[in-house]
């Protein structure tokens, strides 16, 4: 019941609800489990404890070797500490203890490598992200301090917390939500908040916000109100074959060439997001469309042989 009622019940409520005396309900108080609490600051409300245990799951094997992957991706990609990620890995690690005591033991080393000293012992993210998920499980708004750019002043707005997405191409995490002071849907790097509270005023997400319809075209995190931008990129022979053993957008077209080279297609909401995955690919890949983007890789390319012809000069 409390569930599904994050705003929590007062006693004469649940009483109604479960057709019984409140005197009865009232008996209940002194016996009630840690992840159950009566806020004094909201009408007496009971309310759940979300950052409690409260979630069992049984897994089979194969659902276990998922979780095994997930939690390699999530060590490899995040740098910074995180305990509760941490602590999530290390009880999955002791349920499987039995069932698949090697992936058991991999788990426990994938939470010890996110509490390794040489991750980013950043309090400050973790804290906004704590806060920010509790909102986000409660339906509650929350006030935040945010800086966009180190030069840039902070910003103050009320947000509503739609949607967590983790960023593997910078290691970082974003929310997504409605700011009150742009009065439109925001991205905001957690990062880069420099302080947040949570507000007792609730939200309602809207019945229409779908992240997989918004993040469709983005390459990673941005996007766009706009069409889509087609980039067209040609890879030559060399990587052809290490190309085509991913699937790199859920758009992308592949187009084999006579000479072995190949034409990637795809519907990009912010092309420039692209920069750092084409210039992984060195010379072996032409930028063809937009010419934006193909613009902005030969003018760095100039740049680039000017700062080794500078320091051959050297």
């Known amino acids: 019941m409390l569930l599904a009622h994050p705003e929590g019940l007062t006693q004469a409520e649940i009483a109604r609800r479960l057709s019984v005396n409140r005197s009865t309900i009232n008996r209940y108080v002194a016996d009630l489990p840690a992840y159950i609490y009566v806020d004094d600051m909201d009408g007496g409300k009971w309310k759940l404890d979300r950052s409690a245990d409260l979630i069992h799951v049984h897994l089979?094997?194969?659902?276990?070797?998922?979780?095994?992957?997930?939690?390699?991706?999530?060590?490899?990609?995040i740098d910074r500490q995180n305990p509760h990620a941490a602590a999530a890995l290390r009880k999955m690690a002791v349920a499987l203890e039995r069932l698949a005591p090697h992936i058991c033991q991999h788990l426990a080393q994938s939470a010890d490598a996110i509490d390794?000293?040489?991750?980013?012992?950043?309090?400050?993210?973790?804290?906004?992200?704590?806060?920010?998920?509790?909102?986000?499980?409660?339906?509650?708004?929350?006030?935040?301090?945010?800086?966009?750019?180190?030069?840039?002043?902070?910003?103050?707005t009320v947000f509503s917390p739609y949607f967590i997405e983790p960023g593997a191409v910078g290691r970082s995490t974003y929310v997504i939500g409605f700011s009150e002071h742009h009065n439109a849907l925001r991205t905001l790097k957690i990062e880069r908040i420099e302080r947040v509270e949570a507000l007792r005023e609730a939200y309602t997400i809207p019945a229409d916000f779908d992240p997989r319809?918004?993040?469709?075209?983005?390459?990673?995190?941005?996007?766009?109100?706009?069409?889509?931008?087609?980039?067209?990129?040609?890879?030559?022979?060399?990587?052809?074959?290490?190309?085509?053993?991913?699937?790199?957008?859920?758009t992308e077209q592949v187009e084999p060439l006579a000479d072995g080279s190949l034409l990637w297609h795809a519907k990009i909401a912010e092309p420039q997001e692209m920069m750092p995955w084409i210039r992984g690919w060195g010379a072996d890949v032409e930028v063809l469309e937009p010419e934006r983007l193909r613009e902005n890789l030969s003018d760095e390319a100039k740049r680039l042989m000017d700062v080794y012809r500078r320091s051959n000069e050297e």
């Open 116 to 156: 390794e000293e040489s991750r980013w012992n950043d309090q400050g993210f973790l804290r906004s992200l704590e806060v920010i998920t509790l909102a986000w499980a409660a339906g509650r708004k929350v006030k935040l301090w945010y800086r966009a750019r180190v030069n840039e002043p902070v910003k103050e």
């Open 60 to 77: 089979n094997l194969h659902e276990a070797t998922a979780v095994h992957l997930a939690s390699r991706l999530l060590a490899t990609c």
């Open 213 to 250: 319809d918004l993040l469709k075209y983005a390459w990673g995190i941005w996007y766009t109100d706009e069409e889509p931008v087609e980039v067209v990129l040609k890879f030559s022979a060399r990587v052809a074959q290490r190309l085509g053993e991913t699937r790199w957008h859920c």
